[in-house]
Structures are given as structure tokens and as C-alpha cells.
């Protein structure tokens, strides 16, 4: 099957009605517009007070939020962009491809840091604030970088190198597998995929028991260290999801031919946006110092209750 010919074969397949189309953008754009709100209070209430950005494990968090924020707006904007325009340019769904790729990827190796640094703080408190520094934590998210451009740009390069320089001129259906498909990139992909899934499963196991166990014997703040560890590795769960979505689409195309829009709005849903929407949950609702700010900030109150 040609190129175009597969494209076409993914937009159909891909092709709902008016209706269930309309609903299923509403209510993707709703979600990702109130998450964004709330993430840029969070950014916001970050940049306006000391107390956060001079501690590892806000900048952490933060770092977070910020790839969130790009990540749910390339997500949307391709979503709505498959039942709009159907097909765009080649080079500028590369382009938003490889910046998707490089915030999916970037969300569980921040969690298993700041599964780390939780881990200090709690077992190690007398010498969280000598290991855990502001330029330690720096120089972590610039690792997490790195390791990820190892990971996504090679996918670049072998299209650059495979495919004809018609390819970025020409108009396709914006998926990964149409953007970079050549098959050597699905099999790097699943590689790369199962190295991340043993290397942060095993930090985020190690480092949470550690802390059940210590929060076990704790005398304060038992319930809400409890809940928070609960919380991460929910959010890590749905993060780490997103490595097998391919497997997992083709596996409920499958099994639901008849209901295959719905079973990948569906996976879109728990994959994309529900990730998205912990964070804030952690950070913004159950944390005391960013609650007093945020309220303030998205109530547009002149100070903080």
C-alpha cells in the first residue's frame, strides 16, 4: 500500500459523525482549556514567590506542569486538527510529533525524580537539604533532557535519511507511525520503551515501599504522605501507559472494530488528559502553600485567604 493510500485508509478509519465529532471536541476542549487554566495559575503562583523556586521539589513539579501545559496544547491542536483539516503538512506534524514525544517522555523520568527526592526527604531528612540542592535539581532536569533527545531525535534522523525530501512537502494524517515510518523506528521505539519501563518501575517500586514502610511508623501527616504516595504512582501508572498506546490501540482496534473511534477516544482520554489533571489535584488542591496562592490567583482575589 502506497503512502497516500495508507493515509487515507487511517483518516476514515479515523471519521466519526457530526455529532458524536462535535461532542467528543467539546469535551476535549474543555478539559484541556480548565487543566491549562489551572497549570498556568500554578506557573504563575511559582514565579511570584521565593518559597517555591528556591525549593528542589517545586522546580521539580513545576517542571512538570510545564511540559503538561505543551503537551495537553499539542495534543489538543491534533486533535482537533484529525477532524478538521484531516491533513497537514509533513514537516510541521514531524515537528509536533517530536516536541509531543519529548514531553511524553520527560513526564515519567521527572516523576521517578521527584519519587527520589521524596525519598530523601522522608528517610533521609537530616540530609535531604545537602543532597537535594537547587543546582543538583538543575542539573537533573537537564539529564532528563538529554536522555530523552537520545531517545526521540534518532527517530528524525533515520526519516531524514529513509524517506524522500517529497515526504516533508506532501500532506498527511498526523500519527507518529506517519510521520516516522520506517519500521526500524518502531523497533527502536519498542526497545527504548521497555528500557524506560524497568528502569523507572524499579525506582518508583524501590523508593515508594521505602516510604510506606518509614510512613508506617511516622507520628504526622501519616494519611496525606499516604495519599500523596498513592496519587504518584497513579499519575505514574496513566504516564507509563503511554509507552505501550500503540500496542494498546492496535489490540482495541481489533478487538472492537465496530467501536474503534470510541475505544481511541477512550485511551486518549485515560492517556492524554487524565495525567494532566493530577498534578494540579497534588500540587494545587492538597499542598497548603500552593493552595493559599492559587486560590488567589484563579479567584482573582487581591490577597490570600
Not at 47 to 69: A, E
Not at 146 to 159: A, G, H, K, N, R
Not at 263 to 290: C, E, N, T, W
Amino acid at each position: 500500500m502506497s503512502m497516500s493510500a495508507a493515509n487515507l485508509t487511517v483518516v476514515v478509519q479515523y471519521r466519526d459523525s457530526f455529532s458524536k465529532a462535535v461532542a467528543k471536541n467539546v469535551i476535549v476542549v474543555v478539559l484541556g482549556l480548565s487543566i491549562n487554566y489551572i497549570n498556568v495559575g500554578l506557573i504563575h503562583t511559582f514565579c511570584k514567590h521565593q518559597i517555591f523556586y528556591t525549593n528542589p521539589r517545586y522546580i521539580l513539579f513545576i517542571h512538570l506542569v510545564v511540559n503538561d501545559m505543551i503537551q495537553m496544547t499539542l495534543s489538543l491542536s491534533m486533535f482537533i486538527i484529525s477532524y478538521t483539516i484531516y491533513r497537514i503538512n509533513a514537516s510541521v506534524c514531524c515537528t509536533f510529533i517530536l516536541i509531543a514525544l519529548f514531553m511524553t517522555e520527560n513526564t515519567p523520568l521527572n516523576l521517578a525524580c521527584m519519587a527520589m527526592e521524596c525519598y530523601i526527604a522522608i528517610c533521609f531528612p537530616l540530609r535531604h537539604v545537602q543532597i537535594c540542592t537547587v543546582k543538583r535539581t538543575l542539573m537533573l532536569i537537564g539529564l532528563i533532557w538529554t536522555t530523552t533527545m537520545l531517545s526521540v531525535l534518532p527517530d528524525l534522523f533515520i526519516t531524514l535519511a529513509t524517506v524522500p525530501l517529497d515526504f516533508f512537502h506532501s500532506r498527511i494524517f498526523c500519527l507518529r507511525k506517519t510521520a516516522f515510518p520506517n519500521p526500524i523506528i518502531l523497533e527502536k521505539r519498542n526497545t527504548t520503551y521497555i528500557l524506560y519501563l524497568v528502569i523507572v518501575w524499579f525506582v518508583i517500586f524501590y523508593t515508594f515501599f521505602k516510604i510506606l514502610s518509614t510512613a508506617k511508623t511516622a507520628s504526622s501527616n501519616t494519611k496525606k504522605a499516604r495519599n500523596t504516595i498513592i496519587l504518584h504512582g497513579f499519575q505514574l501508572l496513566l504516564c507509563v501507559t503511554s509507552y505501550v498506546t500503540p500496542q494498546l490501540q492496535d489490540s482495541l482496534m481489533q478487538w472492537f472494530p465496530e467501536h474503534s473511534t470510541d475505544s481511541l477516544f477512550a485511551v486518549y482520554l485515560v492517556v492524554q488528559i487524565l495525567p494532566r489533571a493530577i498534578s494540579p489535584i497534588i500540587y494545587g488542591i492538597r499542598d497548603k502553600s500552593f493552595k493559599k496562592y492559587l486560590k488567589m490567583y484563579l479567584l482573582c482575589s487581591t490577597s490570600p485567604q
